[in-house]
């Protein structure tokens, strides 16, 4: 995971992003931890589709989008932030979400 998102951070071509599930992290979250600070390098994706990212990964998604410009678009299912999920994801960017 972590060399996926090494090579995710440093792409200026791909523009969309479907994670459909994330797998279980076996390294105590370094691995995890590295794809999405790689994620959040990207500065060419326009549209990002998740599904069960689990509680981890939900959170670790709210520190990609809150250094994102370039976002247009996201699809966010069958995820887990709590009763106030909704309201914190409109806090990371001002751009237009579909839950």
């Avoid at 076996?26 to 600070?37: I, K, L, R, S, T």
């Avoid at 989008?65 to 994801?89: D, H, K, M, T, V």
């Amino acid at each position: 995971m972590g060399w996926l998102g090494y090579f995710i951070g440093r792409s200026v071509t791909l523009q969309c992003l479907c994670i459909r599930e994330l797998p279980a992290d076996e390294g105590g979250g370094q691995q995890m931890h590295a794809f999405f600070d790689g994620l959040a390098r990207n500065q060419s994706i326009q549209r990002v589709e998740v599904n069960k990212l689990g509680d981890y990964g939900s959170i670790a998604l709210l520190m990609v989008l809150s250094r994102w410009s370039q976002l247009e678009e996201l699809i966010y299912c069958n995820n887990n932030l709590g009763p106030n999920g909704c309201s914190a994801l409109g806090l990371c960017s001002n751009q237009e979400f579909v839950n």
